[in-house]
Structures are given as C-alpha cells and as structure tokens.
C-alpha cells in the first residue's frame, strides 16, 4: 500500500515538473562511437555559459545532447568542465599557450566524449579537436556600461571598417576578456589596441555583470550571451560595436572520434529537418531566427 | 291606431336609431380602446428592441475600452522601454537594437496568438510605428493579404493624440483598428495599433442574435457609414452604405428592404451609437414583427366607417364585443409578457455577462491545457475505448518517431507495443475502462526505430458531459534511464550492503551516513551506534596525525587516498585496516560525500610480522639470522664508507658444541646457544650487532672500527665470556668459542666477499687449534679453496675408485691367535695423492659425503669378511659407525640388506660406535642399539674413557666390547692414573659382561699390563699395522707364528715398523675411521 502510494505521489510529481534527472557515474577515458556504445553512457562536458549549459540542469546545449544520447539508445551525464582544463577533459591532454600556438604538454584521463556549451570554432581549437557540423551563430561584440562615456559606433555598412572603428575606441580603457575562450583577447589582437586589457578568472556568464559592478567599463561578449544579458538588465548595458566577423559554435570532439562526430553530424541534419532542433533553439534563444535568419533558414 | 302604428314605428325607428346610436357609441368606444391598445404593444415591442441593441451596442463598448485599456499597458510593456533606452544610449539597429526590435516583436507575436475571445485571436495584427510614422515592429497574422506599407494613413493618424477606435481599409477589407500612443520621457515615441476584423466582431457580438432574426445588425463607423456583413447585403438596397441623414438614434425609421413584395419591403431601424466612440450600431425590425407605426389612426378612419356597416349589421355587435374582450384580454396578456420578456432581458444580459466570463474563462483553460499538451516533457495520449488512438502530444511524436496524423486512429497496443506485451496490457485497458477507474503503472513502448523505451503512465477514464465513457488519458513519463540508473543503483546498494569490507559514506563533515553490515562486524559499532557520529570513533591514536593530514588533503582535492590505518574497535582492541576513501560527486561535479572502505587487514599484519620474523630472526634466540646479517652489513659498509671507517665482521663457532649436543641433548644444545647469545650480546656496543647464523654459528658486526686491534680486543672478549662454565640441567659445561675476522673495506668491499672471507678466519681459526681467533689473511683464502677441492675431489673419490679398505688385527694374547680386524679407511687421491684421513674423514662428515662412504665400507667389509672365510679365515671384522651413520633414519635398513647382500653371519660382525654418538640421546640410541642387536650384530664402544660416558646409561645399552682409548694406553707404563683408568674399565666391562679391548697397543710394557689387568684382546702397532686385504690372510699367519716364538711377543712383527707419521696415522685412524 506504501508503495502503491509513494508511487502515486512520484506520478503526481511529474505531473508537474517536466523533466527527469539524469544519473552520473564515474568515468574514464574518451572514446569514439562504439565505446560510447558499450559503455552505455553518452558524457557531455560543459560549462555554465549563457542558455547554452544554464547551470541548472537545463540548456540548449544539454537538451540537443540528451536527445542525442537517446538517439544512440544510451544514458546521458553531464561533466561539469571549467576553461581551463575543458580541453583536457576531453582529449586527455592539457594544452599550454594561446592563440594559435598550443602545444601539447601532458597526458591525463579523459573525463568525457564531447564538448558542447556554445563553444565556439576557433583555429587553435581545430588543430587539437574536430568539430561538428555548426550547431549556433556568433560574433563578438564589444559591449560597455550604460552611463560609461563611449559611445556606440555609427554601422558603415562594412564591418571591417566597423572593427576598425570599435577597435579605435579601446586605447587606455579597461576592457574584460577570458583567456582559453572564444573571448581570449589575443584572438582579437586587442593588446594592439592600447587597451588596459583585464583577463577574467570567473565564468564568462560573470562577465556582464561584472561590467555593471564597475568592475571595469567595458567587456567583449558573443552575440548569444549579448543578447541574454540585454535581455537580462536591460538599461544597464550598451552594445558599442563589433571586434569580431561572424564566428560559429559547434559541438567539439577528440580527433580519435570521427564515428562519434558523424554520429551527431546526422542526428543534427534530422533534428533540424523534422524541426525539433527549432523548437529547442526557440526555447532557450527565441529571437535567434529572426537575428540569424540566414543561419535558420532550411 | 295609425298613430300607435306610428308612434310604434317611431318608438321602433328610435329605438332602432337608439340601438344604432348605441351601437356607434360602443364601436367608437371599442375603437378608440383597440387603438390605445395598438399603440401600447408598439411601445413595448420598441422597448424590446431598443434594449436587446442598446445591450449589444454596451458589449461592444466594453470590448473597445478594454482593448483600448490591454493596448495602453502593452504599449508601456517592458521590452518597448529596453528599446528606447538602448536607442536613448545610442545603440545602433546593426549592432543591438535589432535585438530590442526582436524581442519587441516576439512580444507582440506572442500577444497576437494568445489573445483570444470566443477561443479565436482577437488581434490579427499588432504593430508599432514610431513618432516618425515608421513601421518599427510588427506582428501579423499569417495567412492574410498584408500590403505593403507605405505611407498609410493609419499610420500618420492620431500622432499624440489619446486612445483611439479607428477603421482601416486595406486590400478592400476594412479592420477596426485600436490605436494608443506611446510617450518615453514625457516625449510621443509612437503609435501601438492593433487590427480587429469585423468579421469577428460580428461573430462575437451580434451574429447570435441575427441567427434568429434572419437580420443583423449593422455597424456604422465614423457615425456616418454603414458597414453591412455579407448576411445583410442580400437585404438592404445597393448604395445604402451611408447613414440616411435624417435618422435619429432610438426613433425607429422606416427602412426599404431590397426584393420583397409591397407587404414585407418595409422595415424599420433603431439606431444606437456605441459608447465613446464614433460606432453606432443599426437594428432592423423585421415586417413580420412589426406592428405598423400608422395603423392606429388608419384603424380610427376605417373602424368610422366600418361602423356604420356595423350599425347596419347590428348583429355584427355582439362579435365585434367579443372580439374587443378578446383584444382586450390580449392587451392584458401583452402587458404581463411585456413585463416577463422586460425580466427576462435583464436575467439574460446577466446570464450573458456571467456565460461571457465564464467563456472567457474557459477558454483561458482551453489555452493553457493546449500549451501544456503541445509543450510539457511528458507522454499526453488520448485513446477512446476501444484502444485506438485519438491524439497524443508532440513529446511522444518526438521520443517516439511515430506522427501522430500517421497512426491517429490505429490501434495503441499494435502500433507501439511490444509484440509480447500488446495482449496483456489490452486486457488491462479494458479493465480500466470497465471498471471506470484510475490507475498507475509501467510498462514499455516500442519507438519506431525498435528502441525500447520504459514509460510510467498514469492513467484515468474519460467520460463525456453525461456521464457516458468516451476513453482513457495516460499521463507518461519515460523512466528509461531512471530505471536503469535505479537498477544500478539496487545492484550497488546490495553490493556495498553485503561487501566482504567494511563501508561507510559520510557527508563533507565527516558525520557518517550510512555503514554496512560488515562495518558493524568489524568495528562492533551498530549501524545506529555509527550513524550522526565522526569516524574518530575508530581512532586508536597510534596512527601518525601526518597520515591523517594527508588523507583529508587528498580527498578533498577530490582524489582517491588509500592507506593502512590502525583503528580501536568498540571493545578497544587495535586493529590494522587498509582504507580506500573517495568522495562522491553531485550532477554538477561537486563533493557532497565520502565513501570510505575499510578492510580488516589484522591477520595479514599479524602474518606479515610473523613472517617477517622467520625471515629474518632466529626463533631460538630472537637473533637476526643470515639474510638481516646481509642487509644489516650493507648498511654498516654504507655507513663506515660515508664516515671513513671500517666495519669488522666476526664469525663464531662453538666449539665441541656438536659434542655437547650430541651428549646433553638438543634440548641442552639450545639453552648453550641462548647462553652464549645474551654472553655475547652483553658485550657488544648499543649498535654492534649479533646474529645467529644457524647452529652452533654467530656472527657479528662491529661497526666505526678506527683500528684493527679493537676487534681483536673484541674477540679475545669473546672468547673469554664464551670460555665461562655453563650450567645446563645441573650440569656445568665448557665451551669455547672460535673466531674468523674480516675486515671492511680492507679484506673485501662486497658483503659476500666479507662473509666468506671471515668463514675463510673461522676456518683457520679452527684448523690452528680452536678456542682462538684469526684475522683473514689471503693464504686462508688459498687453503680454503684447497678444502674446497679436496671436497670436489672426494665427492667422486668413491666412483672412481679411490678408496680403499685396510684391516688390523686384534689379538687375543691368551688365545694367542688374531681374533678379528678393525676395517680403517683409505683415501688414494689421484690429484691429491694419498690422502690423510683427518684431512677427509671430518670433511666427509661435515658434507654428509659419510653416508655413502661408510655403506660403502660397511659392504666392502662384510664382502671381504665373507671371502676370508671362504678361504679358510675366520676373523671377525668390526667397522666404525659414525653419528652421522648412527643417527642416519635408514641405519636398521641398509645393514640388514648389506648383510642379507653378502652373506656375512652377523654375529662376525661388530660395529663400533664413539661414546658421543650415543650419549647425545640415550632413550634413541638405546633403541637403534637393541635394532642392531637384533640383526645379530656386535655393539663396540670406541675410544670409552674420553667422552661424558654415563655409567647408567651404559648398562641399559645392548654393548658387547669396550675400546679403551689410546690415550690411557699410551702411558700405561709411567701414569698411574691411567693405569687405574684402564683397569677401571677392564672390571666395569667385566662386571656387565662385556669384552675389552685396548687401542694403540705399541709397547711390550703396554702390552704386559693390559694382559696382567685382564684386558681381552690388544689391537696396535706392536702386533699389526693396517694392510689391504691381500696382504691380511699372510699376516694373520705371521702373527700366529710370532705368538709361537716364545719371547717374541715384544718383538714387532714384520712389516710393523713404526714411522713418526704412522703413529700420527694410527691415532687418526682411531679418531676418525668410520
């Protein structure tokens, strides 16, 4: 009768909460499709970052993968990762240096089989990973204080110019960046600039907030965590301009895992045919389209 | 009578014209009473009328003030104000503001489908246009023909003025528009307009009246144009689309009706502005329910007339009253109904009001249970009741694969079912559809690829308004994972609850959560003894606080830390466990636990420090043995090369303690040692070190040695407290001690190489007359790789041949004849020559070579005995036993079969046995002796005089002969005391029946005496040396001849001449022939 009660009650909790958790488990090295497989254990390594990996259990990111990991019929686990090591905890080496010129130093366990959490395509991060096919579209911007004095640039119609003059604008102001992240400032060569770059240790979510602090004036965003944040504090915030072309995200494999990438390459190609993988990018970024019509468009 | 006649007529034409008169005056009176009554049904059937509009016209009002009132506060919305303010901070449209303008939009979309009246989009489009007439944001329907937009005069109308109702024509459709502007920091930043279809307003308030009239009412917009519905422009005339000037709101007007005969073409319009607005709303009364406005006074002029047609028909009166009460009685009827239908308005327009808002209501559930199918994370499926579906959401069209419009209809249990499942979770449904219940359970899907999927679904019947079964809803949830995950979980918790080790998980405090059977096994705390409390109850203190330290900073670091760690059980005792602590992770990586798995590991502990014990201590003495020795050496040699010093090993030998065991016992041997071990140790420095190397062998290590005359300091030290008496079972016992020593790194700088060089000193030490120390010199080593080679070189002495029996005779002076002879060993080297038996017999024994010699010899001699014989020489032969040989386990077994093998009568045997082989353990030997006896051999006591003979012992021993040792024969002549020796053993022999007989026999003095103390036979140089067997049967005969000369008996005979080295040989031979 308990029982018959208790789960009762669990049906009733459903009922309400939509959703399920998922169960973790320890883990070892990563490994290619058929590993994935016999594991039974699809792990998704990210980190907290914008409605990409939100932190609470939920996410663009987190839901693509879960549905992922159904399609492969095996479980799904989350890896929390941080900039530092998330490179390392999918390759099982940790890299050193920036920018272009990584070099690989030291062997260690593999915690997970891919990365996912808006995580941009970058060069340095393609000679070390494979990337999906791309899943979301960026750009950095250059965002700043609302009562800070800059102003925001008039648009020129070319974007380089545009760069050029957001570029223009940096010398002798403190500017936020990230280093190991799609906002590492030597990326954008913005020591070039004059500005008083300040490389953040916290989250990149941090970052706007940080800015509204007054812990510096200014800081470079990607265009989704942008727009969360205009979202998020709207008044407090301005877009000045942009510091980057078109950038865009993907989800990230290691170089031994070409069965595992093609794997998510199809299930993308299907999930964006049979419009599920609108109805998740509408959940969490539902100006997206309209922003990005170009990408969207089928 | 004429005149009555005429009076009569009159009478009768004035009652006729009286009857007429009052004829008129009643029909004039009925007249003017239908008229009053006419006019009063035309009143109330306007009041009717004007209300039933005026009602529809006030809902309409309300509609446009609340949506004026919705598109106010929208207009004011948030994401509007981002977008001025991210404009008012300068942000451009490329680079943020489109953002703002998107997010702006998506509000207005999502306003546009929400928003809904009577279940349907109020708007079909919302749209922003800023100060400059600009369209800014807009959301539109899709579907509908939108043109493009430019220049618009909806657009520019109103600027900053206030709300507003408005109508735009667009694409030949006019919409009603709700325009409201929009003011940022007290300056007009734009209109918010909002498109409503008049179809729709229409259908939400008046076509459910026109229904049943058959005719609308009909909008008029900017109080001058109508707007006439599809329905009513088959009515009105073409061209009516403005308002007939002379139209008065609420006064009815007379309205041409298009295509109708001349009765029914007329109807009449009430019309009724809408509240605040330039609307006004136009009721039709149709010919069927009108009363006609002009028929009153129509009716007064015809009625006149009809009158006087009626005063003519007088007899038409009487109708003409009743259908006047009738009337009457209608009028009546029709002021009640007035009444009734005035009530009824009023409960309907309540009822209106109440149905509006509950509909509103509704439909606001409508929606969110829409949404909620359309968004929510779990199965939502109807299916009717025979099982087949109706609809399901898109959840389980997305974890399924299967869309719903290409299974609607189809079976449940077939189409996603598992073959061997479908049959029996169909007779459940029925189950629950006949029983009319609710109920839980869990059962699986099949998607359409094949996966399986586990689903937890509630489900409950459906009914329908009355009552009746329409179906079942199931709520599922798919608890794939959950239930393997739990599954997982189960086989954990049973492996853990019944682990062969000890469990225990507890928070980041360190307060236990949860132990498991065998920790309670273990430790003796109970489960509920443990629980709440910190594992510091299991510390015993003797585990380092360092390892502690390390510990929790290994874990905490999120590492596994493993170790051994001595805890206290709750009875107190200590135990040793090996530990194995992790912590456990959360879903976003962080520690929430530690799992700690402590295994009992006490026994192996205990196991491994007995065994480290045996390895590498004497169990006698508690002395390191041979291996430590080498490690312990090593270490000394490492020291004294850092210090510059030297290291002296010493090597120790007791000796005679082989005697001594032999004679007192091992028991004896072993409290020697131990004696000896606490002597030694007793004299050493803190950090020298005494080991015992097995046997009667110690060896010892000296460190910082600055000169070499500190370890002879040492050993003569030695020698002196090992040389002390002992006493062992009441016995007093001397011992002494000889000493080998190597020197480092002087002698060898290899561990080995010192060890054997200090074996080599030992070695030397013994050889140069034991009870001494020597230190190592190189010619030892030379010597004792000549010992090494003599050892090789014996080893194959006796396959090649080279070895050989010679025999003496014993005689018997009073029977003057050889007796028998004692068989003496001989050792013809080829690379050593002819060999000494001190220098072999010894080392024979020490290698165990002894045993196979001495079968060898026993054979040999038995062989010969047996072919003497055959040859006519009967002699008894007697051979030496060593203790090796006697204490060999075989010893009964290979003599028998030597003497069965050659034939020999055993009592022509004799075998002699030193006093030591048989004292070491009387109650043993005395039983091999009896053996011995058994096969009929004789038992001769070697050399009796000069061990610890025990008298007692003596007499229980089988023996037949005696053997006075050389010794006491060799100064016979001058030594008083060993003549009383000799004679001594001589009477006690006698006395237990036994025989003598005297070794080294080499004078005629010597030979007088023995003879004159009763001594039985004489053994020696003076009668006989050693010959081989060839020579024997001759010597024998020479004896015999020399026994015949009288007063030859002093004489040697030949081939006895005595050399200086044979006498050395002979007492060797005696020593050690065996």
Redesign the interface.
């Known amino acids: 009768m308990g029982e018959?009660n208790g789960?009762?009650s669990?049906?009733?909790i459903?009922?309400l909460v939509?959703?399920?958790?998922?169960?973790?488990?320890g883990i070892a090295t990563a490994g290619d499709l058929q590993e994935v497989r016999k594991s039974?254990v699809l792990r998704h390594i990210g980190i907290p970052y914008a409605n990409f990996v939100t932190?609470d259990?939920d996410g663009m990111d987190v839901e693509l993968m879960q549905?992922f990991a159904?399609s492969l019929?095996v479980?799904?686990q989350?890896?929390?990762?941080g900039w530092e090591n998330v490179v390392e905890n999918l390759t099982g080496s940790t890299t050193k240096g920036a920018g272009d010129a990584d070099e690989t130093v030291v062997k260690t366990p593999a915690k997970g089989d891919l990365i996912a959490n808006g995580y941009t395509i970058l060069p340095w991060r393609q000679k070390v990973m494979e990337f999906s096919q791309p899943t979301f579209p960026s750009q950095i911007?250059l965002v700043a204080r609302?009562d800070a004095k800059i102003?925001?640039?008039?648009?020129s119609g070319q974007i380089d110019r545009?760069i050029q003059q957001v570029k223009a604008l940096l010398g002798g102001r403190k500017v936020l960046a990230m280093k190991k992240t799609c906002l590492d400032p030597d990326l954008y060569n913005l020591q070039a600039t004059g500005a008083d770059v300040i490389c953040s240790k916290g989250a990149l979510n941090e970052l706007a907030p940080a800015i509204i602090n007054g812990e510096a004036e200014m800081t470079i965003l990607d265009v989704p965590d942008?727009?969360i944040a205009?979202?998020k504090w709207?008044?407090k915030i301005?877009?000045?301009?942009?510091i980057s072309h078109r950038q865009e995200m993907g989800v990230a494999f290691p170089k031994d895992s070409p069965e595992l990438r093609e794997a998510f390459d199809k299930f993308l190609r299907k999930c964006r045919q049979n419009g599920?993988y609108d109805?998740i990018v509408k959940k969490y970024y539902?100006?997206a389209f309209?922003?990005f019509p170009d990408f969207f468009k089928k | 009578m004429k005149s009555v006649q005429n009076l009569l007529r009159l009478w009768s034409k004035i009652g006729a014209i009286s009857i007429g008169l009052g004829l008129v005056g009643a029909i004039v009176y009925l007249v003017f009473a239908q008229y009053r009554s006419q006019v009063a049904l035309q009143k109330t059937a306007m009041k009717q009328v004007t209300y039933d509009s005026e009602r529809r016209a006030s809902t309409l009002g309300y509609f446009f003030s609340e949506q004026r009132d919705y598109l106010t506060d929208l207009a004011e919305c948030?994401e509007l104000?981002?977008y001025f303010?991210?404009k008012a901070?300068?942000?451009?449209?490329?680079?943020?503001?489109?953002?703002?303008v998107?997010?702006v939009?998506?509000r207005f979309d999502h306003v546009r489908q929400t928003k809904k009246l009577g279940g349907l989009p109020i708007y079909q489009r919302i749209a922003f246009i800023d100060a400059s007439g600009r369209l800014l944001s807009d959301s539109r329907a899709p579907g509908k023909n939108w043109s493009e937009e430019h220049n618009r005069p909806i657009f520019a109308s109103g600027k900053s003025a206030g709300p507003a109702i408005l109508c735009d024509r667009e694409d030949g459709e006019l919409r009603l528009v709700i325009s409201t502007p929009r003011f940022f920091k007290g300056r007009y930043v734009g209109r918010l307009l909002g498109w409503v279809s008049f179809e729709d307003i229409y259908r939400h308030f008046i076509e459910w009246k026109s229904e049943s009239s058959r005719f609308p009412d009909v909008i008029v917009f900017e109080n001058k144009y109508l707007h006439i519905p599809p329905t009513a422009k088959r009515l009105l005339p073409a061209g009516s689309a403005s308002l007939p000037a002379d139209i008065r709101p609420g006064v009815p007007y007379p309205f041409r009706l298009q295509g109708r005969n001349s009765f029914e073409n007329v109807a009449y319009a009430i019309l009724v502005p809408v509240k605040d607005s330039s609307f006004a709303l136009m009721t039709f009364i149709p010919p069927t329910e009108q009363f006609d406005f002009r028929s009153p006074r129509q009716l007064l002029y015809t009625t006149g007339g009809l009158a006087l047609f009626i005063i003519v028909g007088s007899f038409l009166l009487v109708r003409l009253n009743t259908r006047n009460a009738l009337l009457k009685g209608h009028l009546e009827e029709t002021l009640v109904r007035e009444h009734a239908v005035d009530q009824k308005n009023r409960e309907l327009a309540a009822e209106i009001a109440v149905r509006q808002a509950a509909e509103n209501s509704l439909q606001k559930e409508r929606d969110f249970i829409q949404s909620l199918f359309e968004?929510?994370?779990?199965i939502m499926l109807v299916l009717d009741n025979q099982g087949q579906i109706e609809r399901f959401n898109?959840f389980l069209e997305?974890?399924s694969g299967h869309q719903l419009d290409e299974v609607r209809g189809r079976d449940w249990f077939s189409v996603f079912l598992p073959q061997e499942e479908a049959e029996r979770r169909r007779q459940d449904f029925q189950a629950t559809i006949n029983n009319y219940t609710a109920r839980?359970t869990i059962y699986s899907i099949v998607t359409r690829d094949g996966?399986r999927l586990e689903i937890?679904w509630?489900e409950k019947t459906l009914l329908d308004a009355r009552g009746r079964l329409v179906g079942l809803l199931s709520?599922g949830?798919?608890?794939t994972?959950?239930s393997?995950?739990e599954a997982?979980?189960r086989k954990l918790s049973h492996g853990i609850e019944n682990s062969a080790t000890a469990v225990l998980i507890t928070d980041l405090s360190g307060r236990i959560e949860y132990v498991n059977a065998k920790f309670t096994d273990v430790t003796g705390f109970s489960s509920e003894e443990a629980i709440g409390r910190n594992p510091r109850i299991l510390q015993s203190e003797l585990t380092p606080l360092s390892v502690f330290s390390d510990l929790w900073t290994t874990i905490l670091n999120g590492d596994v830390w493993r170790g051994e760690l001595q805890n206290r059980r709750k009875n107190g005792e200590v135990y040793w466990s090996y530990a194995s602590i992790s912590p456990l992770?959360?879903?976003?990586?962080e520690i929430t636990h530690f799992i700690g798995n402590l295994e009992d590991i006490n026994d192996r502990k205990n196991a491994e420090t007995t065994i480290e014990k045996l390895a590498y201590y004497d169990p006698l003495t508690g002395l390191p043995n041979r291996r430590l020795l080498q490690d312990r050496l090593l270490l000394a040699m490492k020291r004294s090369h850092r210090q510059g010093s030297s290291v002296a090993l010493l090597y120790l030998d007791l000796d005679r303690f082989k005697t001594i065991n032999d004679s007192l016992g091992h028991h004896a041997g072993d409290l020697l040692l131990l004696q000896m071990a606490q002597r030694f140790m007793g004299l050493l420095r803190n950090d020298d070190i005494v080991c015992r190397l097995g046997g009667d062998e110690f060896a010892i290590i000296l460190h910082d040695i600055a000169r070499n005359e500190f370890a002879a300091q040492v050993a003569e030290k030695l020698i002196a407290v090992a040389g002390a008496p002992v006493v062992i079972n009441e016995a007093e016992v001397v011992v002494t001690v000889s000493i080998g020593i190597a020197l480092y790194p002087k002698d060898a700088d290899d561990g080995e190489v010192l060890a054997k060089h200090a074996d080599i000193a030992l070695y030397q030490a013994k050889a140069e007359g034991k009870n001494t120390y020597r230190f190592y010199a190189d010619e030892q080593n030379e010597a004792f790789h000549d010992r090494l080679g003599i050892e090789g070189a014996l080893r194959h002495a006796l396959s090649s041949g080279e070895l050989a029996l010679h025999y003496q005779p014993k005689v018997c002076l009073t029977r003057k004849k050889t007796i028998g002879v004692e068989a003496l060993l001989r050792w013809n080297s080829a690379k050593y020559g002819a060999m000494s038996p001190l220098s072999f017999i010894q080392l024979a024994e020490e290698t165990r070579l002894i045993i196979p010699i001495g079968e060898w010899v026993l054979r040999t001699a038995c062989l010969q005995q047996v072919q003497w014989l055959q040859q006519g020489l009967d002699l008894d032969i007697a051979v030496n036993l060593s203790a090796v040989q006697f204490n060999h386990p075989s010893l009964i077994e290979v003599i028998a079969a030597i003497i069965a093998e050659t034939g020999i009568r055993p009592e022509r045997l004799e075998l002699e046995l030193t006093e030591s082989a048989l004292v070491g353990n009387p109650e043993s030997a005395a039983k091999i002796l009896v053996q011995l006896r058994k096969l009929g051999v004789g038992i001769a006591i070697d050399d009796f005089g000069t061990g610890y003979s025990s008298l007692s012992y003596l007499k229980t021993f089988p023996v037949n002969v005696l053997k006075i040792d050389r010794s006491f024969v060799m100064d016979l002549a001058h030594n008083a005391g060993d003549r009383a020796i000799a004679r001594s053993i001589v009477d006690l022999a006698g006395n237990l029946g036994m025989k003598t007989v005297a070794e080294g026999v080499e004078t005629v003095e010597q030979s007088d005496i023995l003879t004159e103390i009763g001594c039985d036979y004489l053994q020696g140089f003076l009668y006989a040396k050693p010959v081989p067997a060839a020579e024997l049967p001759a010597l024998v005969e020479e004896i015999i001849d020399n026994f015949r000369k009288p007063g030859e008996l002093a004489a040697a005979p030949s081939g006895t001449f005595l050399t200086c080295g044979e006498k050395n040989l002979r007492r060797e031979n005696t020593i050690f022939a065996s």
């Open positions: 018959t789960r009762r669990r049906a009733a459903f009922l939509f959703g399920c958790a998922a169960f973790q488990a039974g932190g259990g549905k159904r019929g479980r799904y989350y890896v929390k990762s911007w609302a102003r925001p640039i008039k648009p545009d942008a727009l205009m979202v709207p008044g301005k877009i000045i301009g942009p599920s109805r539902p100006t309209a922003f | 948030s104000t981002g303010e991210n901070l300068g942000m451009s449209m490329e680079y943020g503001l489109q953002a703002s998107l997010i939009t998506e968004t929510a994370q779990v898109p997305e974890i839980y996966q937890e509630q709520i949830q798919d608890i994972e959950r393997q995950a997982h979980i992770r959360d879903d976003q990586g």
